[in-house]
């Protein structure tokens, strides 16, 4: 069975951080590229962030240059660390492996 636990969410002020976790067992988890998302209420689900295998990251261009991606293949765990956190960041954030397997999301909420 393949869960992806993440951990991590709360409430946070505006300029504040967070780190996120997520946790994949049941697959060999250094075999997957690895994508954060979040969807905030009425909107669409948006792609955040992405590591490949080998650790190459991209990011959208609303979180570039405050949030930071990184994966720990001996913990088979891939965190996205937000720093300069803003309340349009609000949203329930969720992990994923590939297209393939997802976690449940954590909520994340950034007071003004």
């Known amino acids: 069975q393949v869960r992806l636990v993440e951990s991590g969410g709360g409430l946070v002020q505006a300029g504040g951080s967070l780190r996120l976790s997520c946790e994949m067992s049941?697959?060999?988890?250094?075999?997957?590229?690895m994508h954060w998302w979040r969807q905030a209420p009425g909107k669409q689900r948006e792609l955040v962030a992405s590591?490949?295998?080998?650790?190459?990251?991209n990011y959208a261009d609303s979180v570039k240059g405050r949030f930071t991606i990184a994966r720990d293949n001996a913990k088979n765990t891939v965190y996205l660390q937000m720093d300069s956190l803003k309340p349009e960041d609000t949203a329930v954030y969720y992990c994923?492996?590939?297209?393939?397997?997802w976690g449940q999301g954590t909520q994340v909420t950034v007071s003004s």
């Open positions: 049941g697959r060999i988890f250094s075999a997957y590229a």
């Open positions: 994923s492996a590939e297209s393939a397997y």
């Open positions: 590591i490949t295998r080998g650790g190459n990251t």
